[in-house]
């Protein structure tokens, strides 16, 4: 059959134009258990009955999923068999290769989905990725990957006005920016602050007294200090990150990788290489955006100081992956180091 965009998959559903077996998966986990259950329901109904519905989940049983595939619908034009985040990587090869055995045992009036909405195999990536190709030819898959920065706005804008509120384009693009682009967390910090937003409309100062900022955000907000020279609100933002809890290893990975998207994008800049293909050459996918963001950033701070700062933050990393040291202490002795390189490394004034 085919992979299908989502346009596609919902025409599929709307005309009823049903295959034998599915695949829902992806890293967006929201749209994949939305897509899920909008395709239960459309096959068997909201409330199906044990005799034409089998659901196996994690470490399935073969046999019970084999019988299962097996089935005669009673009363019903199906037999739906959904199997949700079955555990690839905890399956032998002989248990993987009678799993796509059984896959290709589902005919009608047998539906099987197979869904994998919080799982992505690991160990065993290939023996999935090639169930998904075989699944392709014979039935139909749906690949859900994280949105855009265009595509989470407008979410974030209808969830809003599922509240009874608006919210403008800068607005909802702030709250990305605090949030990250997992759309569980967006969906319930859009709907929290709508519920406590007094007005009409969610504002900034709404968004900034309530979001939950992530790691990433708050440590790009301490790099972005560095970079700028501002001691005071890079030192205030470590104090917060630490009064917060986070881990001082995961900081600095963050950190870096601010670091090294600003790189990545200047040397692309002097070389005359377009974002687009940074972004492709390097997998950001929907995280190109932060490519525009380490740019700006980093306007004013020349290449050489963004060399030195990122020689600082891999001592860093050996540091403390080697040694035991008191890692607030540390941590301030490099921040400071940072933006020393980042004073004296100013392109403009």
Request: charged share 25%; proline share 2%.
């Amino acid at each position: 059959m085919a992979k299908l965009t989502e346009t596609e998959f919902k025409k599929m559903i709307k005309g009823k134009n049903y295959s034998s077996v599915y695949a829902i998966y992806g890293n967006e986990q929201l749209l994949i258990k939305g897509y899920t259950k909008k395709l239960v329901q459309a096959i068997i109904g909201k409330k199906p009955n044990e005799f034409n519905y089998h659901e196996f989940e994690g470490d399935i049983n073969l046999d019970d999923f084999a019988a299962s595939v097996q089935f005669v619908p009673f009363m019903s034009e199906f037999n739906c068999v959904l199997v949700s985040d079955v555990h690839f990587d905890s399956m032998d090869k002989s248990d993987i290769d009678r799993f796509k055995d059984i896959v290709a045992l589902a005919v009608m009036p047998t539906i099987l989905i197979i869904s994998m909405p919080t799982y992505i195999p690991s160990k065993n990536k290939a023996a999935f990725n090639s169930l998904i190709k075989s699944i392709e030819k014979s039935g139909i898959t749906l690949e859900l990957q994280k949105l855009n920065q265009s595509m989470l706005e407008k979410y974030v804008a209808k969830w809003a006005n599922e509240n009874g509120k608006m919210i403008s384009h800068i607005n909802a693009s702030k709250l990305i920016t605090y949030c990250g682009d997992d759309l569980n967390l967006l969906k319930n910090e859009t709907n929290k602050i709508a519920s406590y937003a007094k007005g009409e409309e969610i504002t900034l100062e709404d968004i900034n007294k309530l979001a939950t900022v992530n790691l990433e955000a708050k440590v790009f907000n301490l790099s972005d200090a560095v970079l700028s020279g501002d001691g005071q609100r890079a030192y205030n933002t470590l104090d917060q990150l630490f009064y917060q809890r986070e881990e001082p290893i995961m900081m600095l990975y963050v950190l870096g990788m601010s670091y090294i998207d600003a790189y990545r994008i200047r040397v692309a800049d002097e070389c005359g290489v377009l974002k687009d293909d940074v972004a492709k050459d390097f997998s950001y996918k929907n995280r190109a955006f932060t490519l525009a963001n380490a740019r700006k950033s980093t306007s004013k701070v020349t290449t050489e100081a963004l060399r030195k700062s990122l020689d600082v933050l891999i001592e860093a990393d050996e540091r403390f992956k080697t040694t035991t040291t008191n890692s607030r202490l540390y941590m301030e002795q490099v921040i400071s180091r940072l933006l020393q390189i980042s004073r004296e490394g100013r392109a403009y004034g």
